[in-house]
């Protein structure tokens, strides 16, 4: 008998690897997923709280995304019933990570995001920080890495529950950066 790495799967997915990826992770891209001001965001927010839904909020750079993203937007997603996940514009990237940064720009960064199916907005911000945002859109669920301590966490006093997702150990944008960069 073959050793267990070489043995026949006992079921096969009956679409190719390439279509169950996208089928599961991914959906067609459209702009009905981007918001394009604080105002479309706290509509956004009224109607779905109106409805009953409990709304997740998360944020970040998002600059080269990569399997810790998407942990950690799918765990968001988990916690409620819509994910919607604030994005730093180009300037703020390069505020917050100085120059050369972002990588991806805004525009693409947005269109990955909201391509990703846990999540199911996206919205610019250009401020240091989303207070705005989150002010705007008060959610039930407020979500950081466990890298953040709950008193650092902006905009905490206006979300019901705060979140700290353990991140994926020596994965991130500017690890990845730094790799290339070194060549190895």
């Not at 981007?34 to 105002?39: D, E, H």
Request: with cysteine; glycine share 8%.
């Amino acid at each position: 008998m073959p050793p267990p790495a070489f043995r026949k799967p006992i079921s096969t997915p009956s679409i190719p690897f390439a279509n169950w990826w996208k089928k599961h992770y991914f959906r067609t891209v459209g702009n009905n997923r981007l918001l394009r001001s604080l105002t479309q965001a706290r509509t956004l927010a009224g109607r779905l709280k109106g409805a009953g839904k409990k709304i997740v909020f998360t944020n970040g750079c998002f600059d080269i995304l990569h399997a810790g993203h998407a942990e950690i937007l799918a765990k968001a997603k988990a916690l409620g019933d819509i994910l919607i996940v604030g994005v730093n514009s180009d300037a703020s990237v390069r505020r917050l990570k100085g120059a050369g940064r972002p990588v991806v720009n805004l525009k693409h960064r947005m269109r990955l995001l909201s391509a990703l199916r846990c999540v199911d907005y996206a919205v610019a911000f250009a401020e240091p920080t989303p207070m705005k945002l989150i002010e705007a859109i008060r959610p039930d669920v407020l979500v950081k890495g466990a890298d953040w301590t709950a008193g650092a966490i902006v905009g905490r006093e206006h979300a019901k529950k705060i979140a700290r997702i353990k991140l994926v150990r020596g994965l991130s944008t500017t690890a990845i950066i730094n790799k290339i960069r070194s060549g190895r």
